[in-house]
């Protein structure tokens, strides 16, 4: 025994599956296990071709709907030329624009990691020219070698 929905959405009640599949069958569609796992299933009659392709047409739609945030990362060094910067700091103008997050990170090498000050520095200058379009998740953190913070769109 199965509850019954026909074509047009209305109950048909509780029938027999042969008789359902017969009912199915004489009308030209599908008969489609809607809810398996309630007492007694539900099965309703359908155009399962039909439905298929409306499910695919939506999914298709949400997806073409969204937008993906990536991470765009800018490598500075501690003694970057004024021209670089800029040029950098443009850059990740235009990334946040799109609506992606901006990943800056200051690369340390060698003897560069006893003077941090200076990563700190360009960081503060980095932080300063974005300031009006953009504000960072977390306070600025060193991970190895390199000073990192990510910045995401006011």
Do not use: W
């Amino acid at each position: 025994m199965v509850r019954l929905i026909g074509e047009a959405g209305e109950q048909l009640g509780l029938i027999k599956i042969s008789e359902a599949l017969r009912r199915a069958e004489s009308a030209g569609f599908d008969l489609v296990e809607v809810s398996p796992n309630s007492d007694p299933p539900v099965c309703k009659i359908m155009d399962f071709g039909k439905y298929k392709y409306e499910l695919a047409k939506k999914e298709k739609e949400t997806r073409k709907k969204q937008h993906i945030i990536l991470t765009k990362e800018i490598r500075l060094r501690p003694k970057i030329e004024e021209h670089d910067f800029d040029f950098k700091v443009k850059h990740a103008r235009k990334f946040l624009e799109e609506g992606n997050r901006v990943k800056a990170s200051v690369v340390f090498k060698g003897r560069e990691m006893i003077h941090q000050e200076f990563g700190k520095r360009v960081m503060e200058n980095f932080t300063k020219a974005l300031e009006d379009i953009a504000k960072y998740d977390k306070e600025p953190a060193m991970e190895g070698g390199t000073l990192v913070v990510v910045y995401t769109k006011k």
